[in-house]
């Protein structure tokens, strides 16, 4: 049973069935973690990885945990509002985590992984800050004001707009830098940049709006 006594900064980790997992890449991300929860096939990833959650949560039409009895564990109907992983975000925000780590996200359906992405903007409404990952791959929202990004070496950092446009976009720390830009849903401009040679982070200035940062290793 999960703890529910709050503390400042607790750490949620959620595991989701997309067929992109790394057994390792998991079980080294749930050493940090407050609390591991599995969204519906999630269950089976965490199984495969050896990792023992705390929490079982969805309408299971891909996972039927049914003699899983030790566990926390909350069911839904198939046909609801909600996907397994907002319905996961939520639990987080009641019980008091900030920092929540999304695995198992990509891959499989692009359905999926697009309204995957967009769970980032909405766990901002409930007061999270989620990170979508997997062993390559970092995406997270930076929001209106200052934000810096520490460096990191081989990979692109792109930021994309998702929803109305991003206004007073300044990017500073970065190959191509922007000064007061506007981004929109409408074109990629700001994909594939890179940190600067001599930056040691990148500054990110947002006037009005919120992008989505995307961190990717190169092969």
């Not at 790394?22 to 609390?35: G, H, L, Q, V």
């Not at 990792?51 to 945990?65: K, N, R, T, Y």
């Not at 920092?99 to 891959?107: A, D, R, W």
Request: glycine content about 8%; charged content about 25%; proline content about 5%.
């Amino acid at each position: 049973m999960v703890d529910r006594q709050q503390k400042e900064e607790k750490k949620g980790l959620i595991f989701c069935a997309a067929p992109e997992w790394d057994d390792a890449f998991a079980a080294a991300r749930a050493k940090d973690a407050d609390c591991i929860l599995c969204a519906d096939g999630g269950y089976l990833r965490a199984l495969s990885a050896g990792i023992e959650p705390d929490v079982l949560m969805g309408d299971f039409d891909s996972c039927a945990p049914e003699k899983v009895t030790h566990l926390e564990k909350l069911v839904f109907p198939v046909r609801k509002d909600d996907t397994d992983l907002i319905l996961a975000l939520r639990y987080m925000a009641e019980y008091g985590y900030q920092e929540v780590e999304v695995l198992g996200c990509f891959g499989g359906r692009q359905d999926h992984a697009i309204g995957n992405i967009q769970s980032i903007l909405f766990g901002l409404t409930l007061g999270l800050r989620v990170t979508l990952a997997d062993p390559r791959n970092r995406i997270f929202a930076v929001t209106q004001g200052v934000t810096e990004i520490p460096r990191e070496e081989n990979c692109y950092i792109s930021f994309l707009c998702m929803g109305a446009p991003c206004e007073g976009v300044t990017l500073e720390g970065l190959s191509y830098p922007l000064q007061d830009a506007v981004l929109t849903a409408e074109f990629p401009l700001g994909v594939s940049n890179e940190f600067a040679e001599d930056a040691p982070c990148a500054r990110i200035t947002i006037r009005k709006g919120t992008l989505i940062c995307v961190i990717a290793q190169k092969e």
